[in-house]
């Protein structure tokens, strides 16, 4: 019998609003593969943690940010969205208020709130996953 060699992963869509413009959080990865690019914040999902629990892990492992209340967006698995395997990817998106700050930590050489209409070059499909959030959003 084969095994199957896919891997699963969160991303974490978070917004916050200021004067009716919506800033979405990114991080610039720290490592490889897309190191220096940016990227929605998240990363792999350990044994035995429940999907969610790890998206809010890796928010605040990577930006120093807690949050609650994060919804499930979707699940992204298009082979070779990742250049190290088959790595299926769970997105969760949430709100903060705008005061909210965030710090970069772990895989996250920087942090930065972009606005949704100013978006940089992504990392991996990120792109897509933020499209289909601004539509459901």
């Known amino acids: 019998m084969r095994v199957p060699t896919a891997f699963v992963t969160v991303d974490v869509l978070l917004f916050k609003a200021i004067e009716s413009i919506n800033y979405l959080l990114l991080i610039e990865r720290k ?3 897309f ?3 940016w990227a929605l914040p998240g990363g792999f999902v350990e044994q035995h943690e429940n999907l969610v629990d790890a998206a809010k892990r890796e928010l605040q492992e990577e930006t120093n940010i807690t949050i609650h209340d994060l919804q499930q967006l979707g699940a992204f698995g298009k082979p070779f969205r990742d250049p190290r395997g088959h790595v299926i990817s769970i997105a969760y998106f949430g709100f903060v208020s705008k005061e909210t700050e965030a710090v970069a930590a772990d895989d996250a ?6 606005s949704v209409n100013e978006l ?8 897509e996953i933020i499209n289909l959030a601004l539509t459901k959003i």
């Open 109 to 114: 050489k920087a942090v930065r709130w972009f």
């Open 31 to 33: 490592n490889e593969p």
């Open 120 to 127: 940089p070059e992504m990392a991996f499909d990120h792109l």
């Open 35 to 37: 190191k220096n690019c």
